[in-house]
Structure formats: structure tokens, C-alpha cells
């Protein structure tokens, strides 16, 4: 079993910036693609930003140019650096994790979230 534990989030203004930490413990082999995704109230979750396992990355529109997504391997770690912050960024924000096992199995696993709020 793997447990991944989110921090980072809080009450920012607008233009400042945060970064969010997704940590993973428990037994797996290595990290697979990781993702960040977040739910504002009333919207559906939708995803912010995407880290291949070869490194190719992926961002939504509306944040390509202020969030990056990086991981430390060696800290079984994920970011996601959060520069320009705007009033529309405010959500709780999900890592969503692909874990390979070292018998070749892999799952699936999503953060408890954390809440980040863009607001004067």
C-alpha cells in the first residue's frame, strides 16, 4: 500500500506564488506519469498539469506558462511550482500518482488534497 500526503497549500494573493509537495511512503519500485488535478466548488476536477515517466509535460491553457510539475525521485516526491497566482486558481488541488511495483504491477493513487486560495 502506498500513502501520498499533500502540503503547500494556504491563502495567497494574487501574483504571489506556492509550491505543493506530494509525498508517497510505503514499498513500490518507481514513480510511472504523475499529474496534479484540481476541484474548485461546483466544477468538475480537471487536470492542471502532467509529468510523463520520460519526461514530457503537459499543462492545461490556463496555467501553461505559470505552473511547473517537477518530482524528486530520490525524495519520492512531486511538485508543482505556482507563480501569478490568480483568484480563478483558488481549489483544492489533487496529486494523482502512477506507482510501478518492482514485480511489474502498477495502481493508481490520489492525494487527500489541499486547499490553495488566491484572494486579497
Known amino acids: 500500500q502506498v500513502h501520498l500526503v499533500e502540503s503547500g497549500g494556504g491563502l495567497v494573493q494574487p501574483g504571489g506564488s506556492l509550491r505543493l509537495s506530494c509525498t508517497a511512503s510505503?514499498?513500490?519500485?518507481?514513480?510511472?506519469?504523475v499529474r496534479w488535478y484540481r476541484q474548485a466548488p461546483g466544477q468538475e476536477r480537471e487536470l492542471v498539469a502532467g509529468?510523463?515517466?520520460?519526461?514530457?509535460?503537459h499543462y492545461a491553457d490556463v496555467v501553461k506558462g505559470r505552473f511547473a510539475i517537477s518530482k524528486d525521485n530520490a525524495k519520492n516526491t512531486v511538485y508543482l511550482q505556482m507563480n501569478s497566482l490568480k483568484p480563478e486558481d483558488t481549489a483544492v488541488y489533487y496529486c494523482?500518482?502512477?506507482?510501478?511495483?518492482?514485480?511489474?504491477?502498477?495502481?493508481?493513487?490520489w492525494g487527500q488534497g489541499t486547499q490553495v486560495t488566491v484572494s486579497s
Open positions: 509529468l510523463a515517466y520520460g519526461g514530457a509535460t
Open positions: 510505503g514499498s513500490f519500485f518507481r514513480f510511472n506519469a
Open positions: 494523482n500518482v502512477e506507482i510501478v511495483y518492482s514485480n511489474g504491477g502498477g495502481d493508481d493513487y
